[in-house]
């Protein structure tokens, strides 16, 4: 069974490869500009995951100084939208994190972490929609502020998925 049958046709239309990738592509670049070294596949993928839910991206901080664990207890929907979507949202991502390395946007390490090809990417799409734009803008936010709670099991527990 493809992973795109259980959403609507709106999802299926955003939830492309080449969109993924993109989104994939701004959490790396969020990862590298707040910790200046290469982004654990883990966590781009996990930011793109999040990001793509709507239900996720409306309540994230407006800045890194929260942490995760009391914006999940403040946000409790966000751990139920996790647990029901990620599994699916994450078979989405993969192809489109797999076209970001067959089209070298994102370039991997000897350790497996992930660096964006420097100048493949602008920083926004021109004419693109505001949901684009705040899936994003929420990548690159969660790209820079995931890794910082800690283990990434540690945060792959809190959001109730499984590491």
Not at 98 to 122: C, F, I, Y
Request: proline share 6%; hydrophobic share 45%; charged share 15%.
């Amino acid at each position: 069974m493809n992973a795109l049958t259980q959403f609507s046709r709106e999802e299926r239309a955003l939830y492309n490869p080449p969109f993924t990738a993109l989104v994939t592509c701004r959490a790396v670049q969020g990862h590298e500009f707040q910790y200046s070294q290469p982004c654990p596949i883990t966590v781009a993928v996990l930011s793109a995951v999040m990001a793509l839910q709507p239900t996720v991206r409306r309540t994230l901080p407006k800045s890194l100084n929260s942490g995760l664990t009391r914006w999940l207890e403040e946000n409790k929907a966000v751990k139920v939208a996790m647990s029901q979507n990620a599994t699916a949202l994450a078979a989405v991502v993969r192809p489109g994190l797999l076209l970001a390395l067959q089209s070298e946007a994102v370039h991997v390490d000897e350790a497996g972490k992930l660096t964006v090809a420097r100048g493949r990417l602008t920083k926004t799409i021109n004419g693109a929609t505001d949901e684009i734009q705040a899936i994003q803008k929420a990548a690159y936010l969660l790209g820079r502020w995931l890794p910082s709670t800690g283990s990434l099991s540690t945060v792959m527990t809190l959001l109730g998925v499984r590491p």
